[in-house]
């Protein structure tokens, strides 16, 4: 498998609790190496446009408004298989099932404050990436 590069997203519930740096080591012990950075405070637009493909869920309103709640931390990750080592790291997006060691059972209140989101597949985490960041902001 050859490097990859995947989006994350630190959630409201993880910067109000000052656990970011956690989080990052999280990453950062798996062989992810964050590439890109930015705190972020999203608007109504950025929240409705990145989650446009839940727009029909009965979760999407609240979903929209918890990222808007507070400041994120948007990251780009790159490593080998980056997309998967992310989604491993970060355990189920429910933490009642997420594996012990993942970010989501250490640190999730819930399913919807579940402190982290990462891209699901290689093309998610393109458009992804380019939802928030341009070219140069990226140093690998
Ligand atoms: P995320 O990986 O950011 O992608 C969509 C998010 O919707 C998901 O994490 C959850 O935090 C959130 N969500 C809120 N409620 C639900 C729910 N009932 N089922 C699935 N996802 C939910």
Redesign the pocket.
């Known amino acids: 498998m050859a490097i990859q590069r995947t989006f994350s ?1 630190i ?1 409201p519930d993880a910067t109000a609790r000052n656990i970011t740096g956690k989080i990052i080591s999280k990453f950062e012990d798996a062989g992810l190496r964050v590439v890109a950075s930015k705190r972020i405070h999203m608007t109504r637009a950025q929240a409705e446009g990145f ?1 446009a493909v ?1 727009k029909e ?3 999407f309103g ?2 929209v408004e ?2 808007m709640s507070g400041p994120v931390v948007v990251q780009v990750l790159e490593g080998e298989d980056a997309v998967a080592k992310n989604r491993e790291v ?1 355990g189920a ?2 933490p009642a099932d997420a594996a012990e060691g993942t970010i989501r059972k250490e640190f999730a209140l ?5 402190s ?3 891209s ?1 597949a290689p093309e998610t985490a393109a458009e992804e990436i380019k939802f928030f960041f341009s070219d140069d902001e990226i140093v690998g």
């Open positions: 997203i959630k989650y839940h869920r009965p979760f609240e979903l918890f990222m970060m997006t429910n819930s399913i919807g404050e579940n982290v989101h990462g699901d």
